[in-house]
């Protein structure tokens, strides 16, 4: 079975989307990272093993703020951030599409659309509120499970108001009101509209949002922060089928995209190898420069198979190995205080 894989590697989940040439979607898993985003991988691809046995991968693409990570681990054949993913996974999903509200773990991103092109995004800056972890927080402090999180705050007769200009403000005001005796129902309500405004004023930025407006990534599950972004808009939101994989679904498009146009063959692991084999991540910091980049790198079996992080480019050669990378360890332990 011939399929293209795409890969998102985020701050709170991992994602696997298998794509058939026709562009159907064979397979798709959405994962907790829990701080380890190899292990999370390994597991996706043990059920991908297990659901497509005979899968023939032909090209595998990577996004998320942990693309290069997964690129180097799996053998990528394309690396695309993922404002490109989304934009492309919300463009085929629904063509019509002019705004993209996308609320992942740790943040927010506004994507607009023209005739299915990207032509501008805006994204979180400092403040978390409305994101994925925060909601985890406020549903955990209620003792309300993530999952029921909005079917409550639908049930609510009177939205409690809620300081929602940052999730400082709108945890503090929380816990206020919750003092003061209001349902849970109320409260869970007045948080969803406090974060829509949020997202509306820091990440949107009064621009001006266009139908047909799709709401994806993991918070899209909320249906109250669904229904609070439709009663601030005045505007129907679209939850596409896949929301929560749509970063992958886009990667998976691009990789496909690339394998019709230059038919080169994958670098691709294979299935089974990446299950099971043991990675181990590194990093050095590079003093050629006053710009002391972090360097990252990935070994596989003790073989170095991917590194990233100059911003000069320097050490994307992985022939730079041994003898360089001792001589920058040897500079840093002479930096360090007491050597």
Known sequence: MECFLGIDVGSVSSKIVALSPEKEILFETYLR?????????????????????????????????????????????????????????????????????????????????????SRGFNMNTVCAAGTGSFLDHQAARLNVPIEKFGELALKSKSPVRIAGRCGVFAESDLISKQQMGYSKEDLIAGLCLALARNYLTNVARGREIKPVVLFQGGVAANVGLRAAFEALLGLPIVVPPHFRVMGALGAALLARERWLKYRMPTKFRGIAAIASFKCTPRSFICNDCANTCEISELYVHGELVGRWGSRCGKWANLSLSSADREDQREKLTLLRPGA
């Open 33 to 117: 990272t829990h701080g380890g985003p190899i292990e999370a991988l390994q597991t996706g691809f043990k059920e991908l093993q297990d659901a497509l046995p005979d899968a023939q991968v032909l090209a595998v693409g990577t996004t998320g703020s942990g693309r290069h990570l997964a690129a180097a681990m799996v053998g990528a054949d394309t690396i695309k951030n993922e404002i490109t993913a989304h934009a492309v996974a919300a463009r085929e999903v629904h063509p019509e599409a002019r705004t993209v509200i996308d609320i992942g773990g740790q943040d927010s991103k506004i994507i607009y659309l023209k005739d299915g092109v």
